[in-house]
């Protein structure tokens, strides 16, 4: 009853359908990547691409960085430059919500903390709310609910507990994207790369006269191009990660260290206007 429930509720979450379809939409990339070149790939005559490309390069036409990187790197190459182009337009939107929300610039905001650490609490709800900043709506709302106490202090806990879980799974949203191209990109580098060693030996062993040490050093140096690549793509995309990732957990503290004060203030003049 209970795995028929959770069943259930992943299919009714967006955000898990998502997931399950951008997995199963990389597993079925790497089924047309392997079967490639374990048939057709795996059966070309490596001795006549490197003569091929001799006679392209004693005639002038050499191939440019990026021709030969998808003409050599094959379909891992074009899997990891759809994971590029993938994430690149999150980041984008993701750094302008960011820096919409004055996350990037909270000096508006740790001023009003620092007013209601140091007690001006006199109209704050209301600087607070006008502020970008994402948790000021709620720091306002904690501030307003414990003059007012129209809300008992548990169930305020609980309610500020929810809102606060709201908000970073909110910032948080699209990230693991990101996390997940900067770790699956050099993983899809490495699979072209040995791919790529494969049919280099599978050449040289099928050559006449013995193993041919110029073609092996062209077939590696060929291979390790979708490494490279995947590399280069993993890099920017995991710093990117990385800096969102702080700002949400500074956002995170923030929040936490705000509410807990706000909360023992309250408590503690409860319990003064009770001995009173």
Do not use: C
């Not at 795995?3 to 359908?17: C, M, Q, V, Y």
């Not at 990389?26 to 070149?37: E, S």
């Not at 091929?52 to 050499?62: F, I, N, P, R, S």
């Not at 994430?87 to 740790?110: C, N, T, V």
């Amino acid at each position: 009853m209970t795995r028929h429930k959770t069943s259930i509720e992943t299919f009714n979450n967006p955000r898990a359908l998502y997931r399950i379809g951008l997995l199963s939409f990389i597993a079925a990339l790497t089924a047309l990547i392997v079967l490639p070149y374990f048939g057709g790939a795996l059966a070309q005559d490596a001795q006549e691409a490197q003569a091929a490309q001799d006679v392209a390069a004693v005639a002038g036409d050499a191939p440019g960085f990026w021709s030969l990187l998808f003409g050599k790197g094959g379909v891992v190459t074009w899997v990891i430059a759809v994971l590029s182009a993938v994430g690149l337009p999150i980041a984008g939107i993701k750094l302008y919500e960011f820096y919409r929300m004055d996350i990037f610039r909270p000096q508006e905001f740790d001023v009003a903390l620092g007013d209601m650490r140091r007690g001006k609490t006199d109209g704050l709800a209301a600087r607070l709310d006008a502020l970008a900043h994402p948790a000021a709506p709620l720091i306002a709302f904690a501030l307003s609910q414990t003059g007012s106490g129209s809300l008992d202090g548990d169930l305020l806990r609980e309610e500020l507990t929810r809102r606060a879980q709201f908000l970073v799974r909110h910032l948080s949203r699209h990230i693991w994207i990101l996390e997940l191209i900067a770790a699956s990109a050099p993983l899809f580098g490495l699979l072209g790369t040995v791919l790529g060693m494969i049919v280099a030996f599978q050449g040289v062993g099928q050559g006449a006269g013995g193993a041919d040490t110029a073609l092996l050093a062209s077939g590696i140096w060929e291979a390790l191009l979708t490494t490279a690549f995947g590399l280069g793509v993993a890099l920017p995309f995991s710093i990117i990660a990385a800096i969102f990732n702080n700002a949400v957990d500074d956002v995170r503290d923030k929040v936490e260290d705000a509410l807990t004060e706000i909360l023992v203030r309250a408590d503690s003049n409860m319990r003064k206007q009770k001995q009173a």
